[in-house]
Structure formats: C-alpha cells, structure tokens
Nanobody, 126 residues
Framework: QVQLVESGGGLVRTGASLRLSCAASGGTFTDYVMGWFRQAPGKEREFVGQ????????WYPSSVEGRCTISRDNAKKLVFLQMDNLNTADTAVYYC???????????????????WGQGTQVTVSS
C-alpha cells in the first residue's frame, strides 16, 4: 500500500504561483497513475489533472488547463503540481492520489484512486 503526503500549500495573492509536492512511500510508485484533486468548502472534490506512470503524458480539465502542470520524479517517488496565475477560485484543499487503473485522456472519478494524501491547503487572496 502506498502512503502519500502533500506539502507546499499556503496563502498567496492573486496571480501568484505555487508548486505542490506529494511524496510517496511504500508500494511500487511506477505502478500508479498519479492524480491531483481539490476540494473547496461546501463543494465536491474536483479533478485537477493526472500524470501517467512514466511521467510522459498528462491530462487536465479545461478549468485548469494552461495554468497547471503535473510532473513526477519516479526515482524520488515524488509528484508535483505547478499552478500559475492563481485566482481566488483556486482556493481549496489539494490532494494527491494514486490509481492502479490505466491512464486515459479524460476526467477521472475519485473512485478510480485507492490511496489519498491528507491534503494541503491553498488559499488565494485578492
């Protein structure tokens, strides 16, 4: 079983950038498609994007495409979410998650992911 721990959240101003990290331990990291989700107060968990097992392919929903970049370092068992030009609508708790299911280009359901981190808070102020 893989354990995930996110870091890098914080309070930033509109227009700023943040890079979130997710460290994995246990399991075989390259077996997993890695995803990022976020959840704002009173809202459902929202898919932010994913990266395939090798790190060569990613997919993002239109809500964040062009502002978010996901990458991974398989040697260090890390996955990253780079977010640029942040706005107040990006305020949420951000979670990384691991999936044993295959990568495909399209939005992912949280039920596809079997392991989750505890989340890291991102707050964007105007």
């Amino acid at each position: 079983q893989v354990q995930l721990v996110e870091s890098g959240g914080g309070l930033v101003r509109t227009g700023a950038s943040l890079r979130l990290s997710c460290a994995a331990s246990g399991g075989t990291f390259t077996d997993y498609v890695m995803g990022w989700f976020r959840q704002a107060p009173g809202k459902e968990r929202e898919f932010v994007g994913q990266v395939d097992r090798s790190g060569d392919d990613t997919w993002y929903p239109s809500s964040v495409e062009g502002r978010c970049t996901i990458s991974r370092d398989n040697a260090k068992k890390l996955v990253f979410l780079q977010m640029d030009n942040l706005n107040t609508a990006d305020t949420a708790v951000y979670y990384c998650a691991a999936s044993k299911r295959g990568f495909y280009t399209g939005p992912r359901n949280p039920r596809d992911f079997f392991s989750w981190g505890q989340g890291t808070q991102v707050t964007v102020s105007s």
